[in-house]
């Protein structure tokens, strides 16, 4: 893997930074097998990670798809709801 893919998981990770460390670790682990999936299919590094869209926007995705699954009620976490629910309809590609 190569710097610029290094760097791209670097700044997603940044921008997960809201999230419990094992569920960041999820999904840093995730993308990176998806990044090195495509190189070992021939996808140069720089298709994979445009396919990919910003780290920031995929980061808000992830974000508000865990924050939509947890079963509490406290006003932090419906505030959370609230605002990255909308926001991740924006991720999906």
Same mark, same amino acid.
Request: without cysteine; hydrophobic residues 35%; charged residues 25%.
């Given at each position: ?6 760097? &791209?998981?670097?700044?997603?990770? @940044? ?8 569920? $960041? ?5 995730? /993308?990176?097998?998806? /990044? ?11 298709? /994979?990670?445009?396919?990919? @869209?910003?780290? $920031?926007?995929?980061?808000?995705? &992830?974000?508000?798809? &865990? ?27």
């Amino acid at each position: 893997m190569g710097p610029n893919a290094r760097t &791209y998981l670097d700044t997603l990770a @940044g921008h997960l930074k809201n999230l419990p460390i094992a569920e $960041k670790e999820d999904i840093l682990k995730e /993308i990176e097998s998806h /990044i090195l999936s495509g190189l070992e299919h021939g996808q140069s590094e720089d298709e /994979i990670l445009k396919r990919l @869209g910003d780290p $920031k926007t995929l980061a808000t995705g &992830y974000t508000g798809e &865990y924050f939509l699954k947890q079963k509490t009620t406290s006003p932090r976490l419906f505030f959370h709801k609230l605002l990255f629910s909308p926001l991740s309809v924006f991720s999906v590609r």
